[in-house]
């Protein structure tokens, strides 16, 4: 737990390129689902940073590489989203 929390804290630069090496996926696409979060609600960033993290690991499975086609990006993390939602209500 201690490693997630010092992940969670890395300053933002690092906490990107955390995420860069380990689910491949570039800035862009970073900053954009940092934004949605943010957008939809997750202003706490240890939080938003969580969310992130959750949304990677959804999203890279089985896969070494995260990738988006166009649009992809978007439908993936409002897939996300309801699949998020969905375990809260149950929980």
């Excluded at 896969?63 to 989203?81: A, H, I, Q, R």
């Amino acid at each position: 737990m201690d490693r997630f929390m010092h992940i969670l804290n890395l300053p933002d630069l690092q906490f990107a390129q955390y995420c860069q090496k380990q689910f491949s996926i570039n800035k862009g696409n970073f900053n954009t689902i940092d934004s949605w979060f943010f957008d939809n609600g997750i202003i706490n960033i240890l939080d938003r940073r969580m969310r992130i993290l959750q949304f990677m690991s959804f999203t890279n499975s089985n896969e070494t590489d995260v990738k988006f086609g166009p649009g992809g990006l978007s439908k993936k993390l409002e897939e996300f989203w309801i699949d998020a939602i969905s375990c809260m209500q149950f929980h």
